[in-house]
Nanobody, 128 residues
Framework: VQLQASGGGLVQSGGSLRLSCAAS????????MGWFRQAPGKEREFVAA????????YYADSVKGRFTISRDNAKNTVYLQMNGLKPEDTAVYYC??????????????????????WGQGTLVTVSS
């Protein structure tokens, strides 16, 4: 499967953006999907994840209550709605897909090395 992230841009603090991750090559209905981000000089970190049927969602504490992950398997697309953006949210955001769970989703959703497929990233810049 190929993943294409889009929707990044420059936004003022408090603003909103919606990121999209469009998949091609295979249907993602059998994939757990996640969003990760990497800020300059920092390690990649987990942001949000959604199970393959959309019934389970997880968020990093830093974005809980502000970001919402969703998926539309009919459109083969995953979304990240980001509200109340802060300068510390500035990063390159990557979507990722996990087809083969090494163990339960609840144990692995935040592990970047659990995900086999990665998009190219989209830059989000939040100005203060």
């Amino acid at each position: 499967v190929q993943l294409q992230a889009s929707g990044g841009g420059l936004v003022q603090s408090g603003g909103s953006l919606r990121l999209s991750c469009a998949a091609s090559g295979q249907t993602i209905s059998s994939y757990d999907m996640g969003w990760f981000r990497q800020a300059p000089g920092k390690e990649r970190e987990f942001v949000a994840a959604i199970s393959r049927n959309g019934g389970i969602r997880y968020y990093a504490d830093s974005v809980k209550g502000r970001f919402t992950i969703s998926r539309d398997n009919a459109k083969n697309t995953v979304y990240l709605q980001m509200n109340g953006l802060k300068p510390e949210d500035t990063a390159v955001y990557y979507c990722a897909g996990d087809r083969i769970r090494s163990t339960t989703f609840s144990a692995t959703y935040s592990w970047w090395n659990e995900y086999e497929y990665w998009g190219q990233g989209t830059l989000v810049t939040v100005s203060s």
